[in-house]
Nanobody, 124 residues
Framework: QVQLVESGGGLVQAGASLRLSCAAS????????MGWFRQAPGKEREFVAA????????FYAGRVKGRFTISRDNAKNTVYLQMTSLKPEDTAVYYC?????????????????WGQGTQVTVSS
């Protein structure tokens, strides 16, 4: 079992940066594949970024590639999402997720654990 708690969301202007954090409980954090998803009002939840099973590879959605960076600190049981050059279309609730299997990191239904989400609002 792992519990996830996101933080770092807020209201920013277009072009600004934010760093989201996801703190995880449990002593086996390093063994989990971690990912970030988001859900905008009236839209389905979508993949944002994730680590591959090896932990060294990273995957990004096309619309955030080059602007967002996923990282993790296993000593702190925390995964981060650094977001730069934010756009109004990045407005959404951002969720951290964890899974034990290594495949299909971009598919939300493959994840076993979810945080409660943190709101990110980008004004134009």
């Amino acid at each position: 079992q792992v519990q996830l708690v996101e933080s770092g969301g807020g209201l920013v202007q277009a072009g600004a940066s934010l760093r989201l954090s996801c703190a995880a409980s449990g002593r086996t954090f390093s063994s989990y594949v971690m990912g970030w998803f988001r859900q905008a009002p009236g839209k389905e939840r979508e993949f944002v970024a994730a680590f591959g099973w090896s932990g060294s590879s990273k995957f990004y959605a096309g619309r955030v590639k080059g602007r967002f960076t996923i990282s993790r600190d296993n000593a702190k049981n925390t995964v981060y999402l650094q977001m730069t050059s934010l756009k109004p279309e990045d407005t959404a609730v951002y969720y951290c997720a964890a899974k034990t299997a290594g495949d299909s990191v971009q598919i939300d239904t493959k994840y076993d654990y979810w945080g409660q989400g943190t709101q990110v609002t980008v004004s134009s």
